[in-house]
């Protein structure tokens, strides 16, 4: 399979618990983004990197989040003493930089802070 | 006024209709518009993307942009039951970033 993945599937944490996702994106997209979805809505952008360079954070991103991408390839997104509105689905998307309007996305990691 | 807006639905069709799926946008300047579908606790998956104005289409699907209008729309035609999903417009915006609507929920009837 050559799509985005994202592990894991499914995390459950309590309140105030740190968590880390991983996304692998296409191989050949030096584009990786990440967004957050809420049910019944879009899903809104958080941050995104060309190759390993974070270019860009939304506002929606807080300091308990942090996002790696050390080499260019896989991305990690942290979320640090987690609130219970940090629940969410969390979606890695990438996409080649000559066609950002191109973006695939994995099938995300559905948070649950209870 | 929000920069995609899009009617969450749900639009229930009988299988074999053709579906009519619409958003507008607010910025004239927007040149690439999209549609993904998301079937339940999946990813959004790219059905189509379109350039400027004018139609596209991928063997039962069928985007449209009218940018006079600020109106975009994705028709399916003959509908089948694994239809069923939510489908996202989306416009890529001045600073490369993907804005999404909110997404209509589909349900095509047996």
């Known amino acids: 399979d050559t799509g985005v993945s994202q592990n894991p599937r499914h995390k459950i944490t309590k309140r105030g618990q740190n968590v880390t996702f991983r996304c692998d994106p296409i191989s050949e997209h030096n584009r990786l983004y990440w967004y957050r979805q809420t049910l019944g809505q879009g899903p809104e952008f958080l941050t995104y990197f060309q190759n390993e360079a974070q270019l860009e954070k939304s506002r929606l991103l807080s300091d308990r989040f942090s996002a790696e991408r050390p080499k260019g390839s896989f991305s990690t997104l942290e979320i640090q003493r987690t609130e219970q509105g940090d629940s969410a689905m969390y979606l890695c998307a990438s996409s080649a930089t000559a066609q950002t309007y191109e973006q695939y996305f994995g099938p995300g990691t559905r948070l649950t802070v209870t | 006024q929000k920069e995609v807006e899009q009617d969450p639905g749900p639009l229930s069709v009988p299988e074999g209709a053709i579906v009519s799926l619409n958003c507008t946008y607010s910025?004239?300047?927007?040149?690439?518009f999209m549609w993904y579908r998301q079937y339940s606790r999946k990813g959004p998956e790219l059905l189509m993307y379109?350039?400027?104005?004018g139609n596209k289409e991928d063997g039962r699907f069928t985007a449209q942009v009218d940018k006079s209008s600020k109106y975009i729309s994705l028709f399916i035609r003959d509908s089948q039951p694994s239809d069923s999903a939510t489908y996202l417009c989306a416009t890529l915006n001045r600073d490369d970033k993907i804005i999404f609507g909110k997404g209509t929920r589909l349900h095509i009837l047996p």
């Open positions: 379109t350039y400027s104005s």
């Open positions: 910025n004239s300047a927007f040149q690439y």
